[in-house]
Structure formats: C-alpha cells, structure tokens
C-alpha cells in the first residue's frame, strides 16, 4: 500500500496489523549525458514499491532529494545539506513514530545518502528515546534501517554478469537500465560520438568541482550505451525481491 | 519538461533559454475518510506538470512533506517543523541557484504551507543576496513566488459551480475530484454510512489535538461525497490553464 | 496590567484570574519620508494596551523587531531572520507557559510578520506538547492567535472613510496618523515638494533591493500627507474596541 | 535620536555623521516583591535615551527580553535561550551593518545577559568580517561593546552612599530607586510585614529551581524597601553622564 | 610537529613548506570490561602522532569526543550528535583553512565516526566554497579525507594472523593490546570469571538501549583478553607507516 | 581517575561514590612568540588531573578547543563558535548525566571560554530539567560550574611575586612557566632580539583583525622571558591545591 494513495483509516487499520513501513530514499543529480537526473529517486520508489507488494508493506514517499552538494557543478542537481537532511529524516520518522510506527526501512537509491543517513538515524533513535541526556524508559523503541538496493547479492551478480567491469560507480550501467525499463519514453539517445572515454574513469573526488574536473561528462566507472529496458526489469525484479526479504527480516527481529 | 525525466546537457541547454523553473509542493496528511493522504502532492504535481506543458517550462522534482503538524493527530499524516522546511526549501532553491537559475515558481497544494514558504523565500531571497548584512552586490537577484492552484478565479468559480458551499477548506470536494481523475483505481468507497455530518464542520482550530476534537473525520466544511473525477479533470484543466498563465507573468517581469 | 509595570506577585495573583495575555508584535523599519520606523511596534503596543485596560488582560512587553527583510535597503530598518524570530517567540511564549500561561494573543502592527508568526505558532504548539514525536498527553494546550489591528471590519470602515484608496498597503495614512496621535512632538514635517508620486505605486515586490526599486520612498499605495493625529485618536480607539472584543472570544473559547 | 521616533531619511543623514548607535538591552523577570519585572529594561532604556541626548547619537530599540532562564521559577518571567538570543542580536547589528553602522554600543541592564552578549559579539565579529573560515577583507570592521550603567565608578560610589550592603545583587535597591523615579505610578508598597530577612541573603546559584529555592521572595543581598524615587533621579543621573563618556570613547576610538 | 607544542611562528614557517594537517579523532566511550574508555581517541592519536614524525606533518588537537550515542547505555561513555560533530569539524577545519591549511587527513579510532565525519566533510567542502548556492570562484580548495587506522591492509594482515576470529569488531583485541602498549600502567585486570562468551557475539543493533541488551558486557565479536602489549607495539608500528603512506598520497595528489 | 584510562565498569563504581566529575577546558590559540598553542589546553588539563588526584575525583577529557575567534589572526590558533562550544557542551554533560553524574565542574585555563561556558550551562540547565517551558519536576538537578586555575588568590599571590606586572593578560609568565615545566622538551628559545617591547601592550579590542594590529606578536600584557620551568612547577602545585578545594566545596554543597 502506498501512504500517499490511501486514505486514514485505511492506515490505522494497517497500523493494527503491523508498525513497519518501508520509505524510499533517492537523489535528484546528474547520471551522465544519457542517465535521468531523478534516477536514484525513480528507482528506489519503484523497488521499494514492488517490494511493498509483495510484502504487504505500507510505503511511504519517496524523498526524492539527497545529499549530493558534489554533483552541484553539474546543471540541475539539487542536493540537500547534511543537516538539513538529518532534520528532514528526523521530522518524517517522527511524524510516523507519533501514530505508532517503530520501524523504518529505508531503500536508497544513492551512495551519497549513506553517511548521513545513517547520522540521522543515530540522532533520531536517541531523541526518540527522550534526548541524549533521557534516562531509560518505556517508550517503544524506533528501529531505522537503509539498505542500497544494487547492494545484494544477486543484484551484483546481475550487474556482474550483464556488464562486467563497465557496470561503474554512478550512472552505472544498470541504474540506467532501471531507468529505461520504467519510462521507456524517456530513454535518451547515446550522442553521436558515443561516450569518451567508453568506460569513464574512476577515483575518489573532493568536492564539487573536483569532482567535475575529474569526471567531466559525471559519470564514474561505468558505461551506460550497455544499458538497455530489458535488463532493467530484470534487475529490478531481483532487486525488489532482495529487498522484501530483507524488509520481513527487519520487521520480523525482536 | 520534468527535471527528474532529463539529462543534465539537456538542463544545460534549457537554462540558455530560461532562468525559471515551477516547483510544486504539497503535503503528506489526512483528508478525510476517502481523501488520499497525498492529495496535496499529487494535485500540485499534475498541475505543475501541465502548467509546464503549456510553457515549456522546466518542472522540478515535487516536494511532497509540507507543514502539516496540524494533522499529526490522524495517523499517517507527516509533517515538517517549520524550520526544516525553511532549510529544505533554501537548500533546494540555491542548489539551482548555484546553476543559474533566478526565478522560482511554487505551485503550491496545501494551505498550511504558505506561511512557511513565504517565511523561506524571505531568508532565502536575502541570502542569496550575500546575508542579512550583505551589502548590495551585483549578483543576480533570486525571484520566488507561491501561487495555490485553487485560488485562480476560474478555478474557485468552477468549484462553487460544482459544489457551493460543500466545497470546503480541507478534504476539499474539487481536491479530492482532481485525485480521482489521476488515480481511477484509488477511488475510496464512501462509507456506508455516509459522512456525519454531511457538510464538515467550519472552524478556526489550534494545533494538532485541538484539529481532532473540532473535526473528528478530518474534514473541514467540505462534503467529498460529490466528488467525481469528471469534475476533477476539467478543476485539473482549469487550474493548469491558470497556474501557466501565471508562471509566463512571473518570468515575463523585469 | 502591563507586565513590565507589575511585580510578579502580581502576575501571579493575576494567573489565578486567567492563563491570557496580549503580546503585541511589530517591526523596526522604514515607513516613507514622514512615518515613524517604530512605527508598527508603536502602533501595536498602543492598541494591545488599550486592549488590556478594557479587559483586564495581562500585556507582555512589545516584539518591537519584527521580520523586515524586504526593508534593509532603508536605512535604520532593523529586521530577524525568520528562523530567529521562530525562536525568539518560542522562547517568549515557552517561557510564560512553564508558569501556567495558555492562551497567547498577539497584536500585531506589521504585515511582514503574519507568515512567520503563523509558522512559530505551528512549532511552538507541536512542541509544547511534547515534540513533533510525542504522544497525546495530559499537558495543558497551548493556544497561540495573532490579529492584525488594522483588519477588523471597524478599523477598515474608518480608514477607508478618511482615505479611500490613498490609505494604501505600507506606511499606511492610518498608522501615520496613529503615530501622530501618540507622538505628536515628533510628526514630521511633509517635503517641500511633497511627495510623488502623491499616491505611491502598489505592486507586488522580491525582496529589499526589488523593493527599493519599486517603492524608491518606500511607500506602497498610500498618501500619508493626509494623516492627521486626530485620525489617529479615532482609528486608535475603534482598533482597541475591536481586539478587546477579539482577545475576550479567543480567551472565552473552550 | 530614538530610532524608533525617526524617519528612514533622518536616519541616513545620521549615518554621514556617525556611524555609532547605542542599543539598550535588559530582561524581562522578577525582580523581588516590589520591583517591576520590567526593570532592567526600563532602567537600560532610560540610562540609553539620556546618553544618547548627551551626545546626539543614535538609539535603537531596546532589547527587552534577555537571558534570564534562573529567574524561570518565578511567574511572569521571561527569557530567551542563550542561543537565542545570540541570533537575535546577530541579526539586529548585521541589519544596522548593511547600511553602514560599524559601532554598536549596547547600555546593559542586567546581569544575566553579559556572557551571552559576548559570545554573541565574537560570533558577530567573526561573521561580519565573512565567516570562522574568511580571509581577511577590506570590509569595515564592526565593533560591539557592552556596559553595564551600575559598574561604573561614580554609580557605584552613589549606591554606595545611599544603600551600604542593603544595596545588593539583584532587584537591588538602586535599580527599585530608578525605576520609581521613572514610573512614580507604578511604585508598589512594601508588604504590611516588610521584607524577610530585611537584606536578602547573597550566594550563588545553579538554575531556576535552585535560584527559588535559596531566595524564595527573589532578591539577592537587597533591601529594596530602602528605594526612593528621588535616588533614582540622582541614579539615572549619574548612570547617564558615565554611559555617555563611555560611548564618545568608544566611537572616538580607532 | 605537534600544534599544541609549537609556537605559532613555527606553524607559520610550517605552512611555507606543506598546507596539511594530520587530526586524530576518536570517541569517549565503553570498550568492554577491561578496555580503556578513552581507548578509540588514545590510538588515534598515537597512531596519528607517530605518522607525523615519519612525514613531518603537523599533528592536530585530538578529537576525542566522537559520535557514540549508541554507547551511551554504559556509564562512562560519552557522545556528541552528529550535528554537534558536524559543526565541531566545521570549526576546527575552517579556523586552518583561514590561515591557508588546504588538506585535512583524519586518522580515525572509531567507527562510529565516519558516517557523521563524511557527512561533515561535504557540508564543509561545500561551505568553503562559497555555500551552497555560490558559484565557482577561485578560493583554494579545501579537501578532507578520513582513514581507519585499523583498515590497512597490513594492520588488518596482521591483527588476523594475532587474533584470528577474536579480534572482533568493537573493544577489538588489536585496539587493547594498542592501548595497552602505550600505558602498560593500566592494563586492567581479566576479571576472575573470565569473559563470557569468551569471543563476544556479533550482529548489528539499533540504538543505545538496544545495544546494551545485545552486548551485555559492551564487546562486539572480540575476546581482548588475548591483548598484550607486545602486539600493541607492532601494530601501533604497522599502522603508523600504513598512515603515513597514506598522508603523503593525500598531500601529494593535485 | 582520568576517565579515559579507566574501563567502564570502575566508572559504574565511582559513580556509586559520587556524581561529580572534574573536566578540563582550554583552548587551541596562539601564545605569543615562545608559548606553546595548546598553552591553555595543557594547564587545564594537569591542574585538573591533579586536583583528581588529590580528591579522588573522575576527570573527563580535556575540551582542548574552546573559544578564540579573536585568535584566529595568528596561524595555528583554532577557534570554535561560541553556538557550537555550547552544544559541544551540552552533548558532554548530558552524555554523562544520563548515567547519573550530576555535578559538572571545569577547570578553565583560558578567559576566553568564560562567557561562553556560562551560557552553556543557563542553556543545559534549563534543559536537563526538560526545556524552557517545563513545569518543575523531580529529575535530579544538574549543576555546572567553572573555575579559572589562574584566579584563585593563593595563585594570584605566586605570579605577582614572581613576576609582578609583568605577569600580564595573554601569553602570561605563570601559563608559559606551567608548560615549561610540564615540557621541558618543548621550552622554545626566546628570539634573539627578545620581545619587543618587553612587556606587551595592554588594551581591550575587537575581533580577530583588530586583535593582530595591537598585539603584533600575540602576547597582552606579558614578559614571558621571565617564564621558568621552576616558577610553573610551583604554579602549578599551587592551583592544583585550589582547584581541588572547590572542587570539594562544589561536591559538597547541597
């Protein structure tokens, strides 16, 4: 069920059957001459979404801009600060905390949102509890998680086998694919002279505009002309399976 | 064209043509037994998209948690505090801003967001400026405004022709008509029997508890039960028609 | 009472009476060549205190500095930011609730403030309940209201008998002439040549440099050469008429 | 000059003569049985204006909340966080800053502000001269003193005179003096039973509810009964001459 | 050099030769029943001290309050949150940038700390820039870079080669016998029942509170009552070259 | 004990002994030509461990970074913001008074921190106890105090016989002299030419600029060539004896 296409009560009812929910964490930023700058939101929407079919789960939305301040050198990046994002996660789980939900399954769509991510779950956790100086209580206690969607197993092994080494780091070879399976429409031509070099480089960067000098067309490590719909409803099949699981194993922990 | 659904060369380009872009937000909160709980959301990012049709104007990723702390009684609604939205906002404005971009046109699909907003593009106008002591430079001068899809003439006329005085000021009867047109299969049932009363009742309130006890189904002097999505796809074409005029005036000014 | 003049015994003994208090709010900013920059904090803090001495009512000490950003092109205009000015009344208001406050009823003499008096009033009633996470408690309510003086039928009805359509949208003729009314030692002289255009332009603006293009003398819509202090005497007494009733319905209201 | 008692124009002639302005700041708290809660307000305010017709300097709006988060356990008073009143005058000089004013002379009332009113002058410094991380810069450079109207020698040796040990360290017999002085209406009676002990007990504190606790009427080390409108005068007097001295010091200083 | 023994001309001279700057950071925090509290910001310094004397690098003021809140439920332990760490980060590395610092290399003892501290890496990163929405200009660029002293691969090699599956994950054998190495006067005692589990569980965990239902006695995975001295002196040894290599890479990248 | 050699469980039993904890807090900033920049940092922190030692008091990790935006000219000197030393603070008292510790005493070797430490603790006291708005409770009360090694009369007594008005403001003989003897590796020569003059300026100033241009080379007030390993030895002896006895005095007072 998503949060957004119910109505109330049908929530409370849901709230009496179980206090899990899965959210959608993605990035609104460049993916490469040819990847959709709204690829990290669009593709843990639809995962986490197929993930809330099969599990039953309820799905919340879909926060669709990250913390990407080092893809800001490239025109149409929007990025969050850290702090800013922390106190966005903060007010979401609390808001959803308040009526009774205790655990919070984030599916991320973009690296970049780890760190903070996890920042902020630490911080909420504490304040849920009462503040960093609250002695122990009784309050039921909030449970957050993040996974990255193209971290398990047999995604990597999809990727692995669909395009070796030119898979990549961002705008990777199967995010793009992701992309292409669910808006077909949308699936930008490769230009003419093709990506240069054909697998972009890969390093570590510092910063904005370091980054851009390193990765001049913003892609790292990845050939995206391999990308193709097919292979993105594959991935996004096994993708959406992995994360269902891992889902019913959080909710189902003690 | 919608930010999301582009590469970035192609946001390159359209910024040599055009400064402005058209954010919608909206919030994630209770409208009543059959509203859905994105409402604003959705009905702010359909007519944005449209209104950007029209235009040619760029479309940026929607935001979908607004100040809706009024509405933390009923569960699933999610809010931000004000200040986190004031700092997602900035955040996602200078972020385009950094880019080039000058002119920044909020549809907006929710009340209890506009003192907020306006409170943000207060801050955020004077620190693009450099900060409150800022002395006056030669940067380009940031530009936002807010516009409610529902307070165009042609669209209130057309909702008073539909509904009169049952159209209401939460769980609207013409938002809730807008979702049924984009969202045929999430069309609640009314409950058997019928709402009680009929007609919500009208009334200022003070916080969330207060928001419960004054309107215990959600609703604020509406009567949803006439909502229909014929009703809503020409209260969608109206607003959109309004809403583009509207943006071509704003970055039409000097 | 004002509770800059009382000992807190007598607030104390007040508290036993009523948990009310008028709290009047205003700016520190450029009203045109003639109006007084203290003006909407001196306005307010007349009229909240003619309130009081009709009802009875506790009035705390004046917001004198306001949310003025779209004025610092003027100098000697003073404005907070609105995330300071949130927490400046969270803290005002917090304060007084600790010893048994509820019900906060601001008068208010600047436009400017309206959308971020509202935004802290949402901020302030979340977390005087507990936080944005809290479940329902016993804690008593906090009510938080702000009226703008100038907008009661009554004050309208006579500004508009004085000055029809020169009364204008800031440095009002109306709240000039409350200033003369108050101050009459310090009524500026009119310019030798006037002022031109005698009736200033109206439109909308973005912020303080948008502003002083538009507005050069920093009028908006009025002619303030009509004030007179005896407008003012008249236009003082129908708005302290007007939030006496006002506050006694907010505080009566269960 | 009152800033709030001028017109934006008068302000700007100001400015090509000085760039100095005097700002009161005081409290808004208990002050023992008989003293008004606004004391230090009003005492600063008044001491202010006096200093400022001396020496024709500018002054702005008194700061009339304050930190005075020990005095909390007493009702009807006020205080401001400490990181809120930080922010608050941040933005109260940077505001004066942008149009020019480089000297910020700040006539304190009470005692409980000095360290926040420093670590905010560091802080504005700091930020002034363009943030912690800022190279230096030809920008003018801001200057914010502090003074408390007591502290200096003549007002001491006057208290002194008049009060010996009864004169104490809060809502002392001094600052009673000038505020009946100023408000001779406002004069309350001392309780049938007097004051007990006479002299209020003097030591140290820890917080509001400890403060309550070892001074259960308010006072520390005072006898306020000994308080006399006619040594407020003398008071003022004297408070006013040092407060000017020390203003044309401090703007005469390179 | 470390800053806090040199004078500061001698850092002036040492800004001549290299813009970098070794900072250990570390945590205040529960290593199980026999390891040093201070145990994560002891190794990091010495480690960091000792990478200094190999590169002639300036040593920065150890961090030594990091991001542990999920310690918190064991007396002793001491934790910041990240946003406090985020702006603690800020200031430390921004007071060098003004002075013309331009490479920062953490070397980190806990693991807690690199979510927080890469998050604070981009917030600053960013702001050095200009901020968030300022375009590219020609400031040096400010580069941050955090290494786990324990995650080279010789350290690593060689911690399994001593421990095997005893090492573990937090009050690691590896990181005591460090400590105990370098205050060979507080080796604490095994307790006499010994530690039970002897190799202490593994999993992750949510939270203080659930932490210490976890992890009874505060280890993760690790049985340091293999710690000895002699293995702390090699592997202090083998991590202080492994970071030195990896500062001299750092400063010597353009 | 120092807490960060001890293990956590001796912590537990300490804490069944007593709630109060010694903890340090210097500063990082130039000491003038021959003084070491950790100065404030390094006396704080002996003094503090030496007054543990005498009194059987836990001492907390040195805060060795503190406020010294005034320092900022001279490289080396690292400040942090006066907001963010209060939430540093903040998360290390309230760290610990979660477990129980309920008196917080720190040993201050640097005046620059003193306001600033003080509007820490009026904002976590008013927060231990459960916020600005909270009505009186039973959590046990938190109490924060600081003291000035230098400041104690004993102390005061030694440096004016040592070295009478040479003893001066910043970069003192008695601080250099406290360092010296606790490193005697790191005594730096004085310059050939010595200090010119002699004895340092005396002069209050403003900000870090203003700072550098009346204290060319750092120092106020001092003759630090008169600092002698054997003058800090005795120093330092005497302030630990102080320290140590208001400590007492602190723990013991109800």
């Given at each position: 069920?998503?949060?957004?296409?119910?109505?109330?009560?049908?929530?409370?009812?849901?709230?009496?059957?179980?206090?899990?929910?899965?959210?959608?964490?993605?990035?609104?930023?460049?993916?490469g001459?040819t990847g959709?700058?709204?690829?990290?939101?669009?593709?843990?929407?639809?995962?986490?979404?197929?993930?809330?079919?099969?599990?039953?789960?309820?799905?919340?939305?879909?926060?669709?801009?990250?913390?990407?301040?080092?893809?800001?050198?490239?025109?149409?990046?929007?990025?969050?600060?850290?702090?800013?994002?922390?106190?966005?996660?903060?007010?979401?789980?609390?808001?959803?905390?308040?009526?009774?939900?205790?655990?919070?399954?984030?599916?991320?769509?973009?690296?970049?949102?780890?760190?903070?991510?996890?920042?902020?779950?630490?911080?909420?956790?504490?304040?849920?509890?009462?503040?960093?100086?609250?002695?122990?209580?009784?309050?039921?206690?909030?449970?957050?998680?993040?996974?990255?969607?193209?971290?398990?197993?047999?995604?990597?092994?999809?990727?692995?086998?669909?395009?070796?080494?030119?898979?990549?780091?961002?705008a990777?070879a199967?995010?793009v694919?992701?992309?292409?399976?669910?808006?077909?429409?949308?699936?930008?031509?490769?230009?003419?002279?093709?990506?240069?070099?054909?697998?972009?480089?890969?390093?570590?960067?510092?910063?904005?505009?370091?980054?851009?000098?390193?990765?001049?067309?913003?892609r790292?490590?990845s050939d995206p002309t391999l990308s193709?719909?097919?292979?993105?409803?594959?991935?996004?099949?096994?993708?959406?399976?992995?994360?269902?699981?891992?889902?019913?194993?959080?909710?189902?922990?003690?």
């Amino acid at each position: 069920m998503l949060l957004h296409l119910a109505a109330w009560p049908e929530v409370e009812d849901y709230l009496k059957r179980s206090t899990g929910i899965i959210i959608p964490i993605g990035s609104t930023e460049q993916h490469g001459p040819t990847g959709l700058i709204g690829t990290d939101a669009i593709t843990a929407e639809a995962i986490g979404a197929a993930a809330g079919d099969k599990t039953g789960a309820l799905v919340g939305p879909t926060i669709s801009v990250g913390m990407a301040l080092h893809h800001l050198g490239f025109t149409g990046s929007i990025s969050l600060r850290p702090t800013t994002l922390i106190a966005y996660i903060h007010d979401y789980v609390l808001s959803l905390a308040r009526a009774g939900f205790t655990r919070f399954f984030f599916v991320n769509g973009h690296g970049g949102n780890v760190a903070t991510a996890n920042a902020a779950f630490a911080e909420i956790t504490a304040e849920a509890a009462g503040g960093i100086g609250a002695m122990p209580s009784n309050r039921p206690e909030i449970r957050c998680k993040l996974v990255n969607w193209w971290d398990f197993a047999p995604v990597k092994a999809l990727s692995r086998d669909l395009y070796g080494n030119a898979e990549g780091m961002h705008a990777t070879a199967s995010e793009v694919s992701v992309t292409q399976y669910l808006y077909r429409d949308h699936i930008k031509p490769v230009p003419a002279a093709g990506m240069s070099p054909r697998i972009a480089p890969v390093s570590h960067f510092f910063g904005a505009a370091d980054y851009r000098r390193r990765f001049p067309d913003g892609r790292i490590g990845s050939d995206p002309t391999l990308s193709r719909p097919e292979h993105g409803e594959r991935i996004h099949a096994a993708a959406a399976t992995a994360v269902a699981d891992a889902y019913q194993t959080f909710v189902g922990e003690t």
